[in-house]
């Protein structure tokens, strides 16, 4: 098993460009997340989903979009890019209902916007 | 929601001796509460995790405790070596509503001296 692939690994935007950051997982797990990582901050949550065609927010959702059609991939967009969200941006996933289960983390996309 | 303090922020010891790192929590929800470690430029990974029916867990040189009157809970890594040295991050995760989603503390970063 791959486990957990994001892509791309590095990218850098301009103000007000969008993206998308991709997300698979191959071990048929649930529950998927999106965290950004900054200095001195820990994780915080995106967005998480619990199965195909469910999503909901978590702490930090503004300026961002998910979607869930398949099991295996949940891709993350950037509506239009801003310095803020300079970041270091991880997707994990998780079996069952992923909150009482460990997380299984990419490896991380570094983002940089100018 | 729920919030988790971590400390301490930066942790310095002799390798060979002990480290005590702390996180406290808000939600008494919570009832599952994770550890993972993070070394420079790679992926969070899950070292041991604890749930509320349970006071401590070991695994080897590590263990965490959990005292749920008080909210908090603590990993101890005992005869620390070179290659402990990473970022420590403490999780607490609750079931209630949709709030099912780990909140993570901001974060250890633990040196072992040789």
């Known amino acids: 098993n791959a486990g957990v692939t994001q892509t791309p690994k590095f990218q850098v935007l301009k103000t007000g460009q969008s993206m998308t950051l991709q997300c698979a997982q191959d071990?048929?797990?649930?529950?998927m997340s999106w965290y950004r990582q900054d200095p001195g901050m820990g994780l915080r949550l995106i967005h998480y989903?619990?199965?195909?065609?469910?999503?909901d927010q978590g702490e930090v959702p503004n300026g961002y979009n998910v979607s869930r059609s398949t099991t295996e991939d949940f891709p993350l967009r950037l509506l239009s890019a801003a310095p803020s969200q300079t970041s270091v941006y991880f997707c994990?996933?998780?079996?069952?209902?992923?909150?009482?289960?460990?997380?299984?983390f990419g490896d991380g996309t570094r983002l940089s916007i100018l | 929601g729920e919030n988790v303090e971590q400390h301490p922020s930066t942790l310095s010891v002799q390798e060979g001796d002990s480290a005590v790192i702390k996180c406290t929590y808000s939600?008494?929800?919570?009832?599952?509460f994770p550890w993972y470690k993070q070394e420079l430029g790679k992926r969070p990974q899950l070292i041991i995790d604890?749930?509320?029916?349970?006071g401590e867990k070991k695994d080897q040189r590590i263990a965490v405790t959990l005292n749920k009157t008080a909210k908090h809970f603590s990993l101890h890594i005992t005869e620390t070596q070179p290659e402990d040295s990473a970022v420590y991050f403490c999780?607490?995760?609750?079931?209630?509503?949709?709030?099912?989603?780990?909140?993570f503390g901001s974060g250890t970063q633990l040196t072992v001296l040789p």
């Open positions: 994990a996933s998780s079996p069952g209902q992923g909150w009482n289960q460990p997380q299984h």
């Open positions: 071990m048929n797990h649930e529950y």
């Open positions: 989903s619990v199965g195909a065609g469910i999503t």
């Open positions: 939600d008494s929800a919570s009832n599952y």
């Open positions: 604890i749930r509320s029916n349970v």
């Open positions: 999780a607490a995760s609750h079931p209630s509503g949709s709030a099912r989603q780990l909140t």
